[in-house]
């Protein structure tokens, strides 16, 4: 949308996604992080049978064939952490951490790798060389004094291996607690807890075949130009099949809309592109279970049920249909901001089908009831016997690479007995039975001061939490907090009584242990495991694996342990052997690895096999249309917050979000072009949002509000930056995920 105001570092982008621009952005990232000479080999390893995973994103590759060097953000996210930068002691020694504090996200993760351990000295505010082994004692000592093994946080985010999590899940858990706060907890909590109850497990049921034979796709609340780029290529491929993709998003996302395939040298050659979505709806914020329940009853009007399926499979139809009924045209409307006209034709392509593939990510998830509108996608799906056929099923799109693959082996604040009786059968303990913290239980628990040691396994969990006010002040009264890291990043800084960073492999580097070199393995969204193995020798000599890291704290703390840590870390073979034992699922785990492209776990669903209380799968009936505290006069607009073009969660790379036509800066609000006018303001306006919730006022000053094409009603800014407008007990009941992408907000000029 041009507008005649120019506002510094707005600028619309016109062309199609992916591109040349894709390649110049490629070319950028390798260039400031990297040496030239080193990065195509390191590309080209990347997703390869030998080589390893890309820490990107979740999305498979295709028995692990893909020319991946086209991939921008995974390019970016790889050369992050394969720079030649360096953060070592020298740099801790000039930089007091207050002085550090006043550095951006981006300027200190920048700085590049950690090096070497540290811990924090009070009297000169640095942090300080310290020796692996004096590190993990201190470790040890602080976490056998604490009154309760409960008053201690085991932190992962979801980078970690199968391995590093088994381990660090066996290690909390032999110490005595089950507060295992996860980024899945922020993240796809709403699937893992949503889909169980409707088709029996907590994952997506779709593998990359499907998307040959699906015959439409429905694709809801995800960015997949920036943040599934690997998926890209298969929307490319779908698109030029001629398959109806049908896209829910309140913005328009220019990747969405259309894309030029790197890949492709007759579009690249032609400056061509190929459109992505047949139909955009700019579905309200939060308007999703609306716009879902519309599809639904305009589907049982059209009589275009598989009723045969609905028999045999499923329970729950009837109350399911009633609900539908007596649901109103005109609530589902204005609760979804889109026309019955619109959604009667989303129902009458979606009868044609035979094979259809729904898709969601952050859009649907982060909302008060996003478990029921995950739950709603299943309904939809059910009503036309779109599971355990080709071509059909349910994408969840998860955000860190091995996400799905921690929680599978036992990341998990409430084990199952299967767990449980597994971990005690295998290493002769008794694991706790209680359930333990998830994220934001966990972060309230530090709040309370109840919760006094955080382990962090990767991640930047103060700065992705809502709240930072509360959040950073939490981690203040920690007595010890402990950081496995790649990077320096704010969390990090933010001290208690003491504080340790121990500095880790990443996933492009080498990993000897005492029996050779080492690999590790990953489970993608598709629930296929397979190996990884980096090849760059690692960025100092001092750094350990995370395997190996877990291993030493848990050696130190405890003493009589029944786990020989020692000859896990030397073989991950043996990890291996432990994760088998314990979930019979990995069966054959490390031969089965050593086949390219690894294996699939089992799926039940894709066999219409139910495996939910009732041995069927469950409509489940969500009452109304409104998912989020409604919006009122007092806050007439829904805050939803993203991800740009250049950043990774916390990680930023770089100010820039090309396709959304904004550079250099973070600071802005998107807002519908009708919407300013009603308000009074102006595309370049500086502008107050305020959160209006029960909890207390918060206010975000000083940000610049641009025109964007967004549904009305709704608006939209970056996350961490808008984190101080969702409070820390603002999430959804069902999944503990915080309402990240629903915030009721006032806009008004900024105060001169
Ligand atoms: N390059 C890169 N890759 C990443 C990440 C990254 O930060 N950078 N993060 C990783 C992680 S951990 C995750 S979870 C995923 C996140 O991947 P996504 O789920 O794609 O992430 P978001 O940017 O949070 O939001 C996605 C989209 O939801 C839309 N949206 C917002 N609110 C609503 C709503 O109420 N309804 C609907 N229908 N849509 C809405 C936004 O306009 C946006 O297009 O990506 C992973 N991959
Ligand atoms: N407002 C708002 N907030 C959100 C979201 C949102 O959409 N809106 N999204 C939420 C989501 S989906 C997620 S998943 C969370 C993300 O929460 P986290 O996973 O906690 O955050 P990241 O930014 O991914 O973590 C970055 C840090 O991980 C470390 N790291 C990188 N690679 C490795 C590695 O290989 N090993 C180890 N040990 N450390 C490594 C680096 O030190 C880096 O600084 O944020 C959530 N917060
Ligand atoms: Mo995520």
């Given at each position: 949308m041009p507008s005649k105001r120019s506002v510094p570092g707005v600028k619309p982008y016109n062309s199609a996604a992916g591109g040349w621009g894709a390649l110049r952005a490629t070319a950028i990232a390798v260039r400031e992080q990297m040496e030239l000479s080193e990065a195509p080999l390191l590309l080209y390893r990347t997703n390869k049978p030998a080589g390893f995973d890309c820490p990107g994103c979740a999305w498979p590759d295709k028995a692990h064939t893909?020319?991946?060097?086209?991939c921008e953000n995974g390019a970016k996210a790889v050369t992050w952490e394969a720079t030649k930068k360096r953060v070592t002691p020298e740099f801790f020694g000039r930089h007091t951490v207050a002085e550090l504090l006043g550095w951006t996200d981006h300027d200190l993760e920048d700085e590049g790798r950690l090096t070497h351990p540290m811990a924090y000295d009070a009297a000169s505010d640095t942090y300080q060389p310290v020796e692996w082994d004096e590190a993990f004692a201190r470790i040890g000592a602080v976490l056998r004094a604490l009154?309760?093994?409960?008053?201690a946080e085991f932190y992962t985010s979801g980078r970690a291996s199968n391995e590093a999590a088994f381990l660090y899940q066996l290690f909390a858990r032999e110490y005595g607690t089950n507060n295992f706060p996860d980024c899945s907890n922020m993240c796809h909590e709403a699937t893992s807890q949503g889909l169980p109850k409707s088709i029996g497990i907590g994952k997506g049921t779709v593998s990359l075949d499907d998307f040959d034979h699906c015959e439409m796709i429905i694709a809801i609340?995800?960015?997949?130009?920036?943040?599934?780029?690997?998926?890209m290529g298969t929307l490319h491929e779908v698109s030029r099949r001629g398959v109806p993709i049908i896209v829910f998003n309140p913005l328009k996302e220019r990747a969405l809309e259309r894309f030029t395939d790197p890949q492709n040298p007759v579009e690249m050659a032609s400056m061509g592109s190929t459109p992505i979505a047949s139909s955009y709806y700019q579905v309200k914020v939060g308007g999703d279970a609306a716009a879902l329940k519309g599809i639904c009853k305009a589907l049982l009007a059209l009589n275009a049920l598989d009723h045969g399926f609905i028999a045999e499979h499923t329970n729950g139809f009837a109350a399911f249909a009633a609900d539908l009924a007596a649901t109103g045209w005109a609530e589902i409307e204005a609760a979804s901001g889109l026309g019955r006209a619109a959604l009667e034709s989303v129902a009458a392509a979606y009868a044609k089908s035979n094979a259809t593939i729904v898709s969601y990510g952050m859009g649907v998830t982060q909302h008060s009831k996003g478990t029921a509108t995950v739950q709603q996608i299943a309904n939809l799906l059910l009503l036309r016997g779109n599971f355990g056929k080709p071509g059909a099923g349910i994408c969840p799109l998860r955000g860190h690479s091995n996400v799905q693959g921690d929680r599978t082996v036992g990341i998990n604040e409430k084990p199952g007995d299967a767990l449980l009786e597994g971990i005690e059968k295998r290493f002769g303990f008794a694991p706790p039975r209680a359930h333990g913290h998830d994220a934001v239980a966990a972060m309230q628990a530090i709040v309370a001061g109840e919760s006094k040691v955080l382990v962090a396994l990767g991640g930047n969990l103060a700065v992705a939490m809502p709240d930072p006010e509360q959040c950073f002040a939490a981690m203040r009264k920690l007595d010890l907090a402990v950081h496995i890291a790649t990077k320096l990043n704010r969390s990090h800084l933010l001290i208690g009584k003491e504080s340790i960073l121990l500095p880790c492999l990443g996933r492009t580097e080498l990993d000897v242990q005492a029996t050779g070199v080492q690999s590790i393995t990953v489970e993608d969204s598709m629930t296929m495991v397979h190996a990884s193995a980096g090849k760059l020798p690692p960025a100092s000599e001092h750094l350990r694996s995370e395997p190996a890291i877990v291993a030493g704290m848990a050696k130190a703390t405890l003493?009589?342990?029944?786990?020989d840590w020692a000859g896990l870390v030397a073989d991950y073979d043996l990890i291996r052997n432990d994760i088998e034992a314990v979930f019979p699922d990995f069966k054959d785990y490390n031969e089965r690895i050593r086949v390219p492209g690894g294996f699939r776990l089992p799926l039940p669903p894709t066999e219409r096999v139910w495996k939910t209380d009732s041995g069927k799968a469950e409509f489940l009936v969500l009452a109304g249309v409104e998912i989020d505290p409604p919006v009122s006069a007092a806050a007439p607009f829904r805050l939803t917050t993203i991800r740009s073009h250049d950043q990774y969660n916390t990680t930023i790379y770089g100010l820039d979000d090309r396709y959304r036509g904004v550079f250099g800066r973070r600071d802005v609000v998107f807002m519908n072009r009708d919407d300013l006018a009603a308000q009074g303001l102006e595309h370049g306006d500086v502008v107050d949002i305020e959160a209006v919730l029960p909890q207390t006022a918060r206010r975000l000053s000083g940000f610049t509000v641009i025109a964007y094409d967004i549904a009305a009603g709704s608006v939209a800014a970056y996350y961490p930056e808008a984190?101080?407008?969702?409070?820390?007990?603002?999430?959804?009941?069902?999944?503990?995920?915080?309402?990240?992408?629903s915030v009721p907000v006032k806009i008004s000029r900024a105060a001169a």
């Open positions: 893909s020319t991946f060097q086209f009154p309760s093994a409960n008053a609340g995800h960015n997949p130009g920036t943040n599934h780029p690997r998926m003493p009589g342990s029944k786990v984190n101080v407008l969702v409070p820390l007990d603002y999430f959804d009941a069902q999944s503990g995920t915080p309402s990240y992408k």
